[in-house]
Structure formats: C-alpha cells, structure tokens
C-alpha cells in the first residue's frame, strides 16, 4: 500500500468487493480493532435482487438502503432509496466515533444510492480528511472522480479488483489485509 491513509475497493459489479470487505472486517476484528461502520448485501425474491440491505460490522441488518417496492422520491434504475435510512446510519456511526476510539471505518459503499444523502456525502468526505479512524471501503468505479474533486485523492488508496484477481481471491484478500494490518497498527502505534 502507498503511504495514503485509507483504502477503497473499486471494480466491476459483482468481482467481489463486498466479499472482500467482509474477509477484511473479519480479521481486523479479530485482532480486536475497532470497528463501526455497515456493508450492503442484496436482497433478493424469487431468485432476482430487488434491492440492498444495510448490515451492520457484526453482522445485523441495520435496515434497508434500496428496494423496488420503497415508496421514495430518489430512484437508482429500479430501486427506490431510503435517504432518511442512510441518514441515520451516520449519525449512529457518528456518534460512535465520538464516544468510543474507533480504529476503521467501514463504508460499503461510496456509490449514486449512498450519495443521495447529503449527510453521508458530507460524513464520507470529512472522514477521508482526516488521519484517524481509518476508512476501508468500496467505492463504484464511475465515482473514482469524486475523490479529486473532494481533495481527499492523496489520502486514499485505490484497489481495483479485476476478473482475473477474484480468480485468486483468498490470495488476494491475504496480500491486501496484510498490508492494512501493518498499516493501521503503525497508525494507532503513533496515536493517530
């Protein structure tokens, strides 16, 4: 990893992002870092995704970011979004950090749903400023642009997984978790 502060995960829908993000909130847990923050997993019926559900580090579904059947005024293809759900996801996590020493942050993901909350935009860009808690995320490659024009792109780390790497994913979530561990103990290590 570069000398950036955080990471984020980009790819091709479906090369494994979220899995990834999984594996890695796993292990830094297990090494009993502190952790806040929430992952998305589909929800589907019948077979076909109709929406994304919010869940949060432990594992708990926390609410429901997108769903064809929600009644709201912000629409991404087929889903509607729940802005006033991802508003209170970040005020939870907001208030976590300030009452506890929150080593990462995890946000799956830096996306056009998540975006539609001002609050989250603002809570994404403010964290991706600072040196510490550390943020680990994914972020959709037609976002990548955001992060110059929040003048945040030196702090971050891009990691784009292709086809070919999901092939070897137990490699590569070994070699990317690895570097993160190293990085985010120099970090605590030097009180940031």
Not at 44 to 56: A, E
Not at 96 to 113: F, H, Q, Y
Not at 171 to 182: N, Q, R, V, W, Y
Request: hydrophobic residues 40%; positive net charge.
């Amino acid at each position: 990893m570069k000398n950036s502060i955080h990471l984020l995960i980009t790819g091709k829908p479906g090369v494994g992002k979220t899995t990834l993000l999984k594996e890695i909130i796993r292990v830094l847990l297990k090494k009993k870092l502190r952790l806040d923050g929430f992952y998305t997993e589909e929800i589907r019926k019948n077979q076909k995704r109709v929406g994304f559900r919010i869940m949060n580090i432990q594992g708990q579904e926390e609410g429901i970011l997108s769903h064809s059947g929600l009644t709201s005024r912000y629409r991404i293809g087929k889903y509607r979004v729940d802005v006033d759900k991802m508003d209170e996801i970040v005020e939870k996590i907001r208030r976590s950090i300030k009452s506890e020493k929150i080593d990462v942050v995890i946000i799956d993901e830096i996306g056009p749903m998540e975006l539609y909350s001002e609050n989250f935009k603002g809570f994404i860009i403010n964290m991706l400023k600072r040196n510490a808690p550390v943020v680990i995320g994914t972020i959709k490659e037609k976002c990548l642009h955001l992060l110059e024009e929040w003048g945040v792109s030196d702090m971050v780390e891009i990691k784009k997984i292709t086809e070919r790497e999901r092939k070897a994913f137990d490699k590569l979530a070994s070699e990317i978790i690895t570097g993160l561990c190293k990085k985010v103990l120099f970090l605590l290590t030097k009180g940031c």
